[in-house]
């Protein structure tokens, strides 16, 4: 008799991490992607990204990344993995199928409406990513120059000889200013609203991975004093250069779903003059942004690395489980969530964690 495979929404690192774990169990998964390829979201992302974590530490269950990628693996190197991780576990990927909706049939199964058709299974997956859907802020007037967020940004050419505002101090933001000034861009700013907590990406040989992974367990109070002390030592004052330290601890940001900034270039372009911390943005008008501090600027782009929503609410929005901000903290038998965390621990490291325990719950409901 043949076995309902478990359906999982997403065929990114998280969905592949799922149907493998399932797939070692014993129990058949079908991923279902709405894109033509797996990692999808891994194709778009900015040529220069690499993982801000380790290689070893960033293997999902099952196969290691390979030794030839080097320490911090490049985007075009995690999309090769992902392809290699699909072969090497046999996972059944059915692509050009995008999943609309997920209810729960009068018969307990669950009901999922595609491009497809309607397809139905005892458990679900979902896995449809962290940064699924743009968030563009909302300010008030109008721009006369042109505006983009940073999830159409592949690479510095576009902007050769132009005078760029670059709004969001996150690590995309960041990695793009500072990709912006090695292009060629004529001026590179970056709209702070909060200052971030920088944290540099090895010290020693020792990733600062391994440390927000010693430190997940231990008292908020205590990693805000360390953090704060190593901060002082090892990256330098930029207050002067219009980027304060921050105010509030490590830690006690990272529990409010804001992670650390790795420094790769960007204290170096601070100091260098090459990237400009300036106010928050506040408005538009015509050809000017309006900073918070009342300051006027004309750039010739603006350049939103203002993050991302998780796009939930179409998909599962009416079954309970979804927070007010759209972040899924509630569970119904049978339905499973992966990937909606950013942890300090490093995400692909939690995703091969989030498998063994969503096979493990999926088995015991299977068995007899």
């Known amino acids: 008799m043949a076995i309902d495979p478990v359906l999982v929404v997403g065929g990114g690192p998280a969905g592949l991490a799922a149907a493998a774990a ?3 169990r014993g129990i058949p998964a079908l991923v279902l992607e709405k894109s033509d390829a797996v990692g999808a979201s891994w194709r778009r992302h900015y040529e220069r990204l690499h993982l801000h974590t380790t290689r070893r530490l960033s293997r999902l269950g099952g196969m290691a990344i390979p030794r030839r990628y080097g320490r911090w693996v490049a985007r075009a190197d995690v999309v090769a993995y992902l392809e290699q991780y699909v072969e090497h576990h046999h996972l059944r990927v059915q ?9 729960l049939g009068d018969d307990g199964r669950w009901l999922l409406e595609t491009s497809a058709g309607v397809m139905s299974a005892p458990e679900v997956v979902v896995a449809t990513g962290y940064n699924h859907t743009p968030v563009p802020p909302t300010w008030p007037g109008t721009f006369d120059g042109q505006v983009v967020h ?3 940004y592949r690479d510095a050419s576009p902007y050769a000889g132009r005078d760029v505002l670059v709004v969001g101090v996150g690590n995309t933001g960041a990695e793009i200013a500072v990709d912006l000034t090695e292009g060629g861009a004529s001026r590179v700013r970056l709209a702070v609203r909060t200052p971030p907590h920088i944290v540099r990406r090895s010290n020693f040989g ?8 010693l430190v997940r367990r231990l008292p908020v109070r205590m990693v805000d004093v360390v953090a704060g002390l190593i901060s002082r030592v090892e990256v330098p004052d930029l207050s002067s250069h219009g980027l304060p330290r921050p105010t509030t601890g490590l830690y ?4 409010e779903g804001s992670v650390p900034l790795q420094d790769v270039g960007l204290i170096a372009a601070v100091q260098a003059g090459l990237v400009e911390p300036v106010a928050a943005v506040s408005s538009f008008d015509g050809p000017s942004v309006v900073l918070a501090d009342d300051s006027r600027i004309e750039p010739d782009v603006v350049l939103l690395a203002t993050g991302y929503q998780r796009g939930l609410e179409r998909l599962v929005g009416d079954l309970g489980v979804l927070d007010d901000h759209g972040v899924p903290v509630r569970s119904q038998p049978g339905l499973y969530f992966t990937g909606y965390t950013n942890p300090i621990s490093g995400m692909f490291r939690e995703l091969r964690l989030d498998a063994r325990r969503i096979a493990r719950a999926v088995g ?3 068995a007899p």
């Open 252 to 255: 006690s940001r990272v529990l």
């Open 364 to 366: 015991r409901r299977r």
């Open 206 to 213: 020792w990733p600062a991975q391994g440390t927000g992974i």
């Open 22 to 24: 399932l797939h070692r």
């Open 95 to 103: 692509t050009g199928v995008e999943v609309t909706r997920i209810s």
């Open 150 to 152: 940073a999830s159409i």
